[in-house]
């Protein structure tokens, strides 16, 4: 059974940056695509960023292209999530999700991704 816990989020300035990582067990992370989820108090959790099996990105939010990226170290069974130029619209809780897709493919569909973290909270404020 996978098992993904995120770390790294924190209190940030505006214009900061942060690097969160999604630590994967029980499994090995070469078998699916991973996707960092967003949530906001009050809104829908949202697709930020994924990165295939075959380690092809893709980014969903439009607010969050060319600040955002995410990459993934198999051998470390960890994918990460670098923010940099941070807004207070990032904060959110970020999650990262896991689902067996095809091998050069990623989805922003929620309903893709079998197993989630528990989040980890981002807070972008003076």
Known sequence: QLQLVES????????????L???ASGSTLDYYAISWFRQ???K?????????????????????K????????NARNTVYLQMNSLKPEDT???YCAAGRL??????????E???????TQVTVSS
């Open 8 to 19: 790294g989020g924190d209190l940030v300035q505006p214009g900061g940056s942060l690097t």
């Open 21 to 23: 990582s999604c630590a």
């Open 40 to 42: 906001a108090p009050g």
């Open 44 to 64: 829908e959790r949202e697709a930020v960023l994924c990165i295939t099996r075959s380690g092809h990105s893709a980014a969903y939010a439009d607010s969050v």
């Open 66 to 73: 060319g600040r955002f990226t995410i990459a993934r170290d």
């Open 92 to 94: 959110a809780v970020y």
């Open 102 to 111: 095809l091998y050069s493919l990623c989805s922003d569909d929620l309903v």
């Open 113 to 119: 991704y079998n197993y989630w973290g528990q989040g």
